[in-house]
Nanobody
């Protein structure tokens, strides 16, 4: 599996930004997808996930109501729409995949990882 994340950039606080992650190498619709992030000097943390089966979603509390994860199986792509960004959202964002798995915040459950895309939110 190969994952290619894109869409990062520099934005001001309060702005919106959309990330994309292109999946290849296997059958995308069989994989639960997740987004994680790692801020400066911080450990990598879970952001959001979307199920392969019923498209159920799961978010960390700090992004609920601001971020939306979605997927397009026809395009082999998972998205993360981020609204009302704050400087605390500054991080490298990684997409990850787990085959046939339920949505999870546990990094070790994900089999494949993308290279990350940097999001910087200025105050």
């Amino acid at each position: 599996v190969q994952l290619q994340a894109s869409g990062g950039g520099l934005v001001q606080a309060g702005a919106s930004l959309g990330l994309s992650c292109r999946f290849s190498g296997r059958t995308f619709r069989s994989w639960t997808m997740g987004w994680f992030r790692q801020g400066p000097g911080k450990e990598r943390e879970f952001v959001a996930a979307i199920s392969w089966s019923d498209y159920s979603t799961y978010y960390t509390d700090s992004v609920k109501g601001r971020f939306t994860i979605s997927r397009d199986n026809a395009k082999n792509t998972v998205y993360l729409q981020m609204n009302s960004l704050t400087p605390e959202d500054t991080a490298v964002y990684y997409c990850a995949a787990k085959m046939f798995g339920h949505v999870s915040a546990t990094m070790d459950e994900y089999d494949s990882w993308g290279q990350g895309t940097l999001v910087t939110v200025s105050s």
